[in-house]
């Protein structure tokens, strides 16, 4: 847990200092206590992402071995996301969180969508937040470590490319959607 928490504290410094992010191709010495997943939050790339730079199959690493860490999202698009994360789901479970910063990263990933962070979020009448412009707030620290996980978990999921609240939603056209999951207020789909 203390390495966890370490971890979270050292990824949201770089993330507020805009300090390194894997935005080139990165070497990494696996050290004593690191994993895939730490080591996917630190530099805000896929677990996935970096087995396959490395022609990995299994989720071992071994002390003193060199990763390539490939090139992911910047830290500037995490603190857009994490922004968009906090109006949209603030007061919502951290898994509603996690779920849609994982709805942008599907975005970027679907030929439906713009495929850069700023171009899915900033796309017209996509979210709400950016139009009233509640997006602008400084981000919550569940939102940021919920962008966090959502990057390392990058491709997996249900698919979700769509969230609404039926409580306030305005538009049905939502509900048209193949379901994916609900979590807190928050419907998701495909």
């Not at 940021?144 to 039926?166: K, W």
């Amino acid at each position: 847990m203390r390495k966890l928490i370490m971890t979270f504290t050292l990824a949201t410094s770089l993330f507020f200092i805009g300090g390194q992010s894997a935005d080139a191709s990165t070497m990494h010495s696996v050290k004593s206590g690191d994993t895939l997943w730490l080591l996917a939050t630190h530099y805000g790339v896929s677990v996935n992402a970096i087995k396959t730079a490395n022609n990995k199959t299994g989720d071992t690493i071994f002390v003193g071995e060199r990763l390539t860490i490939p090139s992911s999202v910047t830290a500037a698009e995490k603190r857009l996301m994490a922004q968009l994360v906090t109006a949209e789901a603030k007061g919502e479970p951290y898994a509603g969180q996690v779920a849609v910063a994982t709805v942008i990263l599907n975005r970027v990933d679907s030929s439906q969508f713009p495929n850069t962070i700023n171009g899915v979020i900033y796309q017209p009448r996509q979210f709400t937040p950016v139009s009233t412009g509640s997006i602008n707030q400084v981000p919550t620290a569940s939102a940021i470590r919920a962008v966090d996980e959502a990057i390392a978990f990058r491709g997996q999921g249900r698919g979700s490319l769509f969230f609404y609240n039926p409580a306030i939603a305005t538009n049905n056209w939502n509900a048209t959607r193949q379901h994916t999951i609900t979590i807190g207020n928050h419907v998701f789909a495909k």
